[in-house]
């Protein structure tokens, strides 16, 4: 098993920045993929970053790609998502994710967050115009 606590979130003004953290605890050596997904209200969650934690490759949503960068200290069990130039679309509540890749490459599981196996509880982001 594998625990997720995502820290950082809070109310940034368009244009602003906020840096997310997620630590892992238990089983972490299993994780084959983390990302960070999103879920505003009365939508579907949506990837917007993973990271292949062996290699440190990383993918990204067209809508992110550019301001958005994930991260990863694997000493510390710990992933990082700097979102910079804020926009009021991307408010939504941020769950780090991780998978021991049992189905899915990368670019498979940051269309479907149903192929991650464990969750975090969310942190919120707010953007203010």
């Known amino acids: 098993q594998v625990q997720l606590v995502e820290s950082g979130g809070g109310s940034v003004q368009a244009g602003g920045s906020l840096r997310l953290s997620c630590v892992a605890s238990?089983?972490?050596?299993?994780?084959?993929?983390m990302g960070w997904f999103r879920q505003a209200p009365g939508k579907e969650r949506e990837g917007v970053a993973l990271i292949y934690t062996a290699g440190g490759a990383t993918y990204y949503a067209d809508s992110v790609k550019g301001r958005f960068t994930l991260s990863q200290d694997n000493a510390k069990n710990m992933w990082y998502l700097q979102m910079n130039n804020l926009k009021p679309e991307d408010a939504a509540m941020y769950y780090c994710a991780a998978t021991v890749g049992r189905i899915g490459g990368a670019w498979y599981l940051l269309t479907h967050p149903n192929g991650l196996d464990y969750w975090g509880e969310g942190t919120l982001v707010t953007i203010s115009s």
């Open positions: 238990g089983d972490t050596y299993r994780i084959k993929y």
